[in-house]
């Protein structure tokens, strides 16, 4: 009787003939053993394919980190510009500390900069309904594209002293 191929889950289960831990097991100790095997060269007993795996998911979390950033910042200058009535000094606040987190992000990850044109179009519609929905307005009460450039994103003014006009 012939026995099915392994599958990648098959090796992820199996245990490894050295004793290593398992990827599925203990993502802590899997990654330190191989960080072990790479720093002596022993480039032949490294997990291949779950190590890219692992690279991906670091690339894909910076990606994230920065859309997160672009979506609370777009998302408080929607309520800046259509209520100005209920600013408040949070939203000032929360402008900065995003601006900061996209500052530093872009800094440690300058291969996401060819990304940003589509990265904030595709949160834009995100942004716009958190905001309608802070705002208790519908989506269609603002503008169906982004409205702001990367000047004003990163650059605009917001201040205490705007909010008493």
Not at 11 to 33: F, I, K, M, S
Not at 129 to 136: F, I, L, P, T
């Amino acid at each position: 009787m012939a026995h099915p191929a392994p599958t990648r889950e098959d090796a992820l289960a199996a245990p490894h003939a050295d004793g290593r831990t398992r990827y599925a097991d203990d993502l802590y100790t899997w990654v330190q053993e191989q960080v072990a095997l790479l720093r002596a060269g022993r480039v032949d007993a490294l997990d291949l394919d779950n190590i890219a795996e692992e690279l991906s998911d670091v690339g894909s979390a910076q990606y994230s980190q920065m859309e997160s950033a672009l979506r609370v910042l777009i998302m408080h200058m929607l309520k800046w510009d259509q209520q100005p009535e209920k600013r408040t000094p949070s939203w000032i606040y929360s402008i900065r500390e995003q601006r900061l987190r996209y500052a530093k992000i872009l800094r440690k990850n300058p291969g996401l900069k060819p990304h940003l044109n589509t990265m904030r179009d595709e949160i834009y519609p995100i942004s716009r309904n958190w905001a309608a929905d802070e705002c208790h307005l519908p989506p269609g009460e603002f503008p169906s594209e982004c409205p702001y450039t990367w000047d004003d994103l990163l650059e605009r003014p917001f201040d205490l002293d705007s909010m008493k006009t």
